[in-house]
């Protein structure tokens, strides 16, 4: 199995953290210009996250049934 997409999968799971940690934030402060760039950024990251999960899925489960 490719260890890279272990590592996207990983790298962009902290990225989600760290988006949310700073919406939080701008929730806080009322920073609504930063909060919408957030949580579009967000969506396009857990997008992005999902696909490399599903790919992980997908091969798990070949090589299982392999």
């Given at each position: 199995?490719?260890?890279s997409d272990w590592q996207e999968l990983a790298r962009l799971t902290a990225r989600l953290d760290e988006l949310c940690v700073q919406?939080?934030?701008a929730e806080a402060?009322?920073?609504i210009a930063m909060i919408y760039a957030l949580e579009e950024e967000i969506a396009a990251t857990d997008e992005?996250?999902?696909q490399v999960f599903n790919r992980l899925h997908d091969r798990v489960t070949e090589e299982a049934a392999a």
């Amino acid at each position: 199995m490719d260890r890279s997409d272990w590592q996207e999968l990983a790298r962009l799971t902290a990225r989600l953290d760290e988006l949310c940690v700073q919406l939080e934030e701008a929730e806080a402060d009322s920073k609504i210009a930063m909060i919408y760039a957030l949580e579009e950024e967000i969506a396009a990251t857990d997008e992005m996250r999902g696909q490399v999960f599903n790919r992980l899925h997908d091969r798990v489960t070949e090589e299982a049934a392999a």
